[in-house]
């Protein structure tokens, strides 16, 4: 499991660690992470709903802040609950891009154990961060 949950935040959020070899591997333990505070296990999600995400930054953590909001945006427009492959982020004109494909399927109180209602993805302590093994990233989110 490339992400670890922290103790120190407040009762409305919940702060992960993720980390990876590549900023790909980094984006998609994120997204593992988000969708793991939302229901008990993400291996209980069929992927029988593919959508395609690709969004745009200057900065890498507001990169991806924005991809983590897609999966939230999803859950919350279309319920569905969604898991990220196919991640490539890469350089941009205009700072840095992610492109990936969303897989997962519409939210079942009967097959997925539900958790947590994420409301947002926060700036508060927001950081992605070249390592010696790779990248890590912070990130917290609002409850």
Known sequence: MPYEYLEDSVTSDVTFRAWGRDLDELFTAAADATTNVMVGAVESISPTVTKPASVNAEELDLLLLRFLEE??????????????TAVRVEAANDGHQVHAQLCGEPIDPNKHELLA???AVTVHGLRVERSN???????TLDV
């Open 133 to 139: 093994s790779g990248w890590h990233a912070q990130v």
């Open 117 to 119: 209602d994420v409301k």
């Open 71 to 84: 999966l939230i945006f999803h859950k919350d427009a279309e319920g569905l609950i969604l898991r990220a």
